[in-house]
C-alpha cells in the first residue's frame, strides 16, 4: 500500500513551458523556477499533471478559464470558472512499500499547486461551490464575480509499469475547455 511521507523533494520554483506548439512562456501553465531542485521522476509526475490540467482550462487574457456542471442531466447548473494563474507550487513523493513495487508502481506522490485569485461565471450559484472562508459570494449570468483567494487541491499522480496515472476527481481537473456556447450561456467574453 502507498504511504504518505515526509517530502523527499519540493520543486519551488521550476519554470516549464508545455509542449503545445506555438505556446509561449506566457502562454502556458507555470511550474515556477529552479529545475536543478526537481528529480528526473518528480519533473515527470509535474509534467504529467500539467499536462493533463491544460486538456480543462484555456489561456484568457485574465487567466486560466475552464466549463463546470455542477449539477445533474435533469437539473444542469452550468458555468465558467477562472483561475488567474495555475502556478506549481511543489511535488511530493509518497513511500513505496514492496508490495507496491511488486505490483507495478514505480513512482507515487503529488503536485501541489499555488494559492492564486479565482472567479465565476453564468448560471446562478454560491462560488466556489460555498466559499471556504465562510463569504457568500453569488454568481451570476452576464458579469464575473469578484476575486477570490482561493488554494487547489493536490493533484494525486503515480507511474504504474512505465504509464503516468493522474487522479481526475481533483478540484482542477473537474472542468473542460470552455467553448463559444459556454461564453455565450455565461453571458461573458
Known amino acids: 500500500?502507498?504511504?504518505?511521507?515526509?517530502?523527499?523533494?519540493?520543486?519551488?520554483?521550476?519554470?516549464?513551458?508545455?509542449?503545445?506548439?506555438?505556446?509561449?512562456?506566457?502562454?502556458?501553465?507555470?511550474?515556477?523556477?529552479?529545475?536543478?531542485?526537481?528529480?528526473?521522476?518528480e519533473r515527470e509526475a509535474q509534467e504529467?499533471?500539467?499536462?493533463?490540467?491544460?486538456?480543462?482550462?484555456?489561456?484568457?487574457?485574465?487567466?486560466?478559464?475552464?466549463?463546470?456542471?455542477?449539477?445533474?442531466?435533469?437539473?444542469?447548473?452550468q458555468f465558467l470558472r477562472q483561475f488567474r494563474e495555475i502556478t506549481v507550487e511543489g511535488v511530493r513523493e509518497y513511500d513505496l512499500?514492496?508490495?507496491?513495487?511488486?505490483?507495478?508502481?514505480?513512482?507515487?506522490?503529488?503536485?501541489?499547486?499555488?494559492?492564486?485569485?479565482?472567479?465565476e461565471a453564468g448560471e446562478p450559484g454560491i462560488l466556489l461551490d460555498g466559499d471556504p472562508a465562510g463569504r457568500s459570494i453569488f454568481r451570476q449570468r452576464g458579469r464575473w464575480t469578484q476575486w477570490v483567494e482561493f488554494q487547489p487541491e493536490s493533484v494525486p499522480v503515480q507511474k504504474?509499469?512505465?504509464k503516468w496515472q493522474v487522479q481526475q476527481d481533483t478540484w482542477l481537473l473537474r472542468g473542460r475547455v470552455p467553448g463559444a456556447q459556454d461564453f455565450a450561456m455565461a453571458g461573458v467574453k
Do not use: Y
Not at 11 to 31: Q, R, T
Not at 50 to 72: F, Q, S
Not at 97 to 119: H, I, M, T, Y
Open 48 to 77: 504529467a499533471v500539467l499536462a493533463e490540467v491544460m486538456k480543462h482550462w484555456i489561456k484568457g487574457p485574465e487567466g486560466w478559464i475552464t466549463a463546470r456542471n455542477t449539477g445533474t442531466s435533469f437539473a444542469s447548473i
Open 97 to 119: 512499500s514492496e508490495s507496491d513495487r511488486l505490483n507495478g508502481f514505480e513512482w507515487a506522490g503529488e503536485v501541489s499547486f499555488k494559492q492564486a485569485a479565482c472567479r
Open 1 to 41: 500500500m502507498i504511504r504518505k511521507s515526509m517530502p523527499i523533494a519540493v520543486a519551488v520554483g521550476f519554470a516549464m513551458v508545455l509542449g503545445a506548439p506555438g505556446c509561449s512562456k506566457s502562454d502556458s501553465a507555470d511550474s515556477g523556477g529552479a529545475a536543478a531542485q526537481v528529480s528526473g521522476m
Open 160 to 162: 504504474v509499469k512505465g
